[in-house]
Each structure stands twice: as structure tokens, then as C-alpha cells.
């Protein structure tokens, strides 16, 4: 490529990113347009005569990630923002899922890690990796479990937790910590103080019996919580319910308790009748 191919290609891409008077009219347009339909702008939307899906499906490509400053306009309207945010997950996942393939490659075929400055079919691999693993500190880590799919890299990453990792105990503590402020479970994908803790409970109480009962116990004066963890772990499999039902039969069946004054209500709960039903079924 020619150097004025080069200089032309290189100011046709900064112009790209700059906001200019006919974006921000634009942006108004899109704006206004989402406010009244309370919803994005379908193919190939005509509004006040601008084509206005077209534009906004432009700066979606352009838009991959948060820090962007076209990202910072836009996201000032919530029903936008939250298609944006869903836009560049689903980017940078597919980013993530090409180097991730390569790394498998390089490793199957090598038998080994790659060092740091290991490049595999002109991507570099080993920064990539070493910059995903920065931030794993437990198994329950979403990059943990799609790394550790290789066998060879989810020795190592086992090995980088038990140095490096979060205690059970620590975990367990943030969760208390966040539902105290909250008042609620986290959901998913939550992180709190670089914990993520939702992924975490989700695994958790996937391994470890006791750990629903312990919610429970816990917080089984907090009438509107008990609410919440039913909701929560209705919507989880049905292992976990089944493991809540017998929980809260427990609750109703066991004397000590009965005096308590919510141990009734939560035996009384609709949803938990409505749960244990639906099992049955």
C-alpha cells in the first residue's frame, strides 16, 4: 500500500471518531426516536427522513468499548446504552473465543504453555493469555472455566489459584458483605471488590450442600431476603431446588425452630408451595 493510500486510510479512520455537528444531530435524531418507541430502530428505519438504523448500526462497529467517547453519548439514553453494553459483550466474547482457539492450537500441538512473547499465526498468544490470567483468582473465575477446558492450561491455572487464589472463607465473607449492603444475592456475573461472586455462589452451591442451608440460617429473620433467595434459586436447576425444598421441610419439621417468628411464614411461603409443586409434577 502506497504511503498516500496509507495517510488517506489513516485520516478517513480519525475522522471516524471524531463527534461532529451532524453526529450529535443524528444522535438527537436517535434519540428522539428511541424515546418515542421506547425501543431500537428496526432494519432499515427511515426517521425524519434519516435512515437512522443504518447510522446507529455504524457506530455499533465503530463502538468497542466503554471508554469510547461516542459510547459515553450514547449511553446517556438507558434503552441505547443497554444495547450497546450487550453489543460489545458480544464482540469481545467473539474476540475472546478466536485467541482462545489459538491458544488451544498452539498448546495441543506443542504440549506446553506459550511463553510470553509466543506469536501463533501472527497473533501473540502468550500476552493474550498471561493478560487474561492476571485477574483469576478462583475456579469459578468465566475465564477460569473456559480456559480450563485444555487440560495442560487448566493444570497450570489450578496450580496459579492455589498460590494465588481466594480462600472459600474470603469468598463466602464478600458474599455476606454485598448482601448486607444489598440485600439481595448477586447475580451472574457481579463482581465486588474484584471478587466474582456471582459466578462464585452459582458454582458453590452447586458443590457444597451446606451452603444454601447457611443462607437461610443466616438470614432466616429477614423476611423480605428469604423472598429474594427463593427467587433466586427458582430460577437456578432443579438439583438446587430440590435442595431448597428439603431445606425449608426441614425448617418446618424442626421444633427449635418453630418458635422463630418467620420459621411460619417461610413454611406458609407461596412459592415455596408453588416450587415443591411443580417438582412433583
Request: glycine share 2%.
Amino acid at each position: 500500500m502506497a504511503n498516500n493510500d496509507i495517510n488517506g486510510f489513516i485520516a478517513q479512520f480519525n475522522k471516524s471518531l471524531e463527534i461532529t455537528d451532524e453526529w450529535l444531530n443524528n444522535k438527537n435524531l436517535l434519540f428522539e426516536y428511541v424515546e418515542k418507541n421506547k425501543t431500537i430502530p428496526n432494519l432499515y428505519q427511515c426517521y425524519d427522513d434519516t435512515s437512522i438504523e443504518a447510522w446507529y448500526s455504524m457506530q455499533k462497529t465503530n463502538i468497542t468499548n466503554k471508554k469510547n467517547d461516542k459510547y459515553n453519548n450514547l449511553s446517556q439514553n438507558k434503552i441505547i446504552m443497554n444495547d450497546l453494553d450487550k453489543n460489545i459483550f458480544r464482540s469481545q466474547q467473539h474476540m475472546f473465543d478466536s485467541k482462545m482457539k489459538l491458544l488451544f492450537e498452539y498448546v495441543n500441538i506443542n504440549k506446553r504453555l506459550p511463553e510470553l512473547n509466543t506469536i501463533h499465526k501472527i497473533i501473540n498468544i502468550g500476552s493474550w493469555f498471561y493478560e487474561q490470567i492476571k485477574n483469576i483468582r478462583s475456579t469459578s473465575n468465566e475465564t477460569y472455566i473456559k480456559l480450563s477446558k485444555n487440560l495442560i492450561i487448566k493444570n497450570a491455572l489450578d496450580i496459579y489459584i492455589e498460590k494465588n487464589g481466594y480462600t472459600f472463607d474470603e469468598m463466602l465473607n464478600a458474599l455476606f458483605e454485598y448482601i448486607e449492603i444489598n440485600n439481595n444475592l448477586p447475580p451472574k456475573y457481579e463482581l465486588y471488590k474484584d471478587k466474582d461472586i456471582g459466578l462464585w455462589l452459582k458454582n458453590a452451591v452447586e458443590q457444597n450442600k451446606t451452603l444454601i442451608h447457611d443462607l437461610y440460617f443466616k438470614y432466616i429473620t429477614d423476611t423480605e431476603l428469604i423472598k429474594k433467595f427463593n427467587v433466586y434459586f427458582e430460577n437456578a436447576n432443579s438439583n438446587l431446588k430440590k435442595r431448597k425444598i428439603q431445606f425449608a421441610e426441614q425448617i418446618c419439621e424442626n421444633k427449635s425452630l418453630k418458635n422463630l417468628k418467620n420459621s411460619e411464614q417461610i413454611c406458609e411461603n407461596k412459592s415455596l408451595k408453588n416450587l415443591k409443586n411443580s417438582e412433583q409434577q
